[in-house]
């Protein structure tokens, strides 16, 4: 089966880096591919993208040397089956409030005996390989988010879930439950106290600890911190920034 690169980089003790797609277009998807990522995230929850244009992203991000991942909607195993099924190899699921939610997300995503993931691995097949069902447990990757009070408060029973390979922050979320608003940056005690107790249990059970970031610098700093998967932005929210800039220039030569 294909490897993923996501975990070849954790067996090399690095930061895996994903790109994260809000765009729902398989030609932007193929170029952000190429960006030197470990793995491109096909957002799912908040991007503006529906699951049939996200078979033609993961399809383009296939013709890339980068990972397919996929955040779902919500904890629904047919979505996070149909997603695994159209070649993600790693899956993302927001809003996990204890432990119990954590294990049917990690058994949506595992076939019998170790879950119920049924089986017909459409474009698994073609992107893996025909072992993919041989390998296709160990390979796939399962990050579990925390970013409610109560994923907080569960999250040492959460990261002990068998099967789960880690957790990934929402900053904002977690933020705005907190009550502190949203910060994709946060340096409010609080926030910062929460996202350091979820690093903590993470790493005192051997699992991986992701963030949201609203940056290359900002995600270069978590993971001097001990984040083994960073997100530094997403793909709109680079266009949007870059295009401005270069208006920016532009107007500089005559100025309105
Ligand atoms: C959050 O910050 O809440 C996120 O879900 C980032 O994707
Ligand atoms: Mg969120």
Not at 112 to 138: C, I, K, M, N, V
Not at 215 to 236: I, T
């Amino acid at each position: 089966m294909r490897p993923n690169k996501v975990r070849e980089c954790w067996e090399r003790g690095g930061a895996a880096v994903s790109a994260w797609l809000s765009i729902g277009n398989s030609y932007s998807a193929e170029m952000i591919g190429w960006s030197g990522v470990d793995c491109v995230t096909v957002d799912l929850q908040h991007g503006m993208t529906d699951v049939q244009t996200m078979i033609g992203m993961l399809q383009a991000i296939s013709a890339t040397p980068a990972t397919p991942f996929v955040r779902v909607p919500d904890c629904d195993p047919a979505l996070l089956m149909k997603a695994l099924d159209a070649g993600a190899y790693g899956v993302i699921c927001p809003m996990i409030n204890d432990a119990v939610q954590a294990r049917e997300f990690v058994a949506a995503t595992r076939y019998p005996p170790h879950g119920d993931r049924s089986f017909g691995p459409s474009r698994g097949l073609l992107y893996g390989g025909p072992d993919y069902f041989e390998h296709a447990d160990r390979t796939i990757v399962r990050l579990a988010m925390i970013e409610t009070v109560a994923g907080l408060e569960a999250v040492e029973e959460i990261v002990s879930v068998d099967g789960l390979d880690g957790i990934f922050i929402g900053p904002n979320d977690l933020g705005l439950t907190l009550g502190k608003g949203t910060a994709g940056d946060p340096t409010d005690a609080t926030v910062l106290a929460a996202i350091a107790r979820c690093r903590d249990a993470a790493q005192g059970q051997k699992k991986h600890i992701g963030m949201f970031c609203p940056s290359g610098a900002v995600a270069a700093r978590w993971s001097a911190q001990g984040f083994d998967f960073v997100v530094p932005n997403s793909d709109a929210n680079h266009l949007k920034a870059a295009t401005a800039a270069e208006v920016r220039a532009a107007r500089e030569g005559r100025l309105p």
